[in-house]
């Protein structure tokens, strides 16, 4: 199984500055083939189901504000927050879908500093 | 606009069994595969299962190979998962979910509010 791990756990910004949370997965989830990284983004807050963000480890989805982005390719991903706003505050998890068992990171908690 | 409700949680006994099913609107449920990830309180996400959008093929965590199934009803638009022989590590909110694709499972485009399963000792 593919093993994601985030970093770091928890992660404390100043509203208005760059909030950069990584993922690290086990083995390669980039895709020869078509030269895709099956890597997904999500945020949840209190409360709520898990919302997608991000997909092919770089592609917002509709609705998304830009200024959540994802890099990465191979086994080492980001997802960066540019501007941080209030509503931001949440847990942020990345997800590998290269394969079942799909599987997520543990989740990095992002508050307000 | 897309919505997926989730039903049939409750207080179980230890080895008792659940069936939960979750209803689909606002797409052509019929086109896509559909997952269950759960999430025990206080914790991080888990991937239970995925069912292609045909039926045809399912996968399941090793966690509850065995003990659920995963089935759908394409006329009804609801995803259901039998859950027998549950213990208190299957204590979650249990999140139904649409995939991209209709294959065995990419990433997921709309989620249930969740419902609530608390297996009792």
């Known amino acids: 199984d593919i093993v994601m791990t985030q970093s770091p756990d928890s992660l404390a910004v100043s509203l208005g500055e760059r909030a950069t949370i990584n993922c690290k997965s086990s083995?390669?989830?980039?895709?020869?083939?078509?030269?895709?990284?099956?890597l997904a983004w999500y945020q949840q807050k209190p409360g709520q189901p898990p919302k997608l963000l991000i997909y092919w480890a770089s592609t917002r989805e509709s609705g998304v504000p830009d200024r959540f982005s994802g890099s990465g390719s191979g086994t080492d991903f980001t997802l960066t927050i540019s501007s941080l706003r209030a509503e931001d505050v949440a847990v942020y998890y990345c997800?590998?879908?290269?394969?079942?068992?799909?599987?997520f990171g543990q989740g990095t908690r992002l508050e307000i500093k | 606009q897309e919505q997926l409700v989730e039903s049939g949680g409750g207080v179980v006994q230890s080895g008792r069994s659940l069936r939960l099913s979750c209803v689909a609107s606002g797409f052509t449920f019929s086109s896509y595969s559909m997952h269950w990830v759960r999430q025990a309180p206080g914790k991080g996400l888990e991937w239970v299962a995925v069912?292609?959008?045909?039926?045809?093929?399912?996968y399941y965590s090793d966690s509850v190979k065995g003990r659920f199934s995963i089935s759908r009803d394409n006329s009804q638009n609801t995803l259901y998962l039998q859950m027998n022989s549950l213990g208190v590590e299957d204590t979650a909110v249990y999140f139904c979910?649409?995939?991209w694709g209709y294959g065995s499972g990419t990433y997921f485009v709309s989620w249930g509010q969740g419902t609530l399963i608390t297996v009792s000792s």
């Open positions: 979910a649409r995939d």
């Open positions: 083995q390669s989830v980039l895709y020869s083939s078509n030269k895709k990284n099956y």
């Open positions: 997800q590998h879908y290269y394969g079942t068992p799909i599987t």
């Open positions: 069912i292609s959008n045909d039926g045809t093929n399912k």
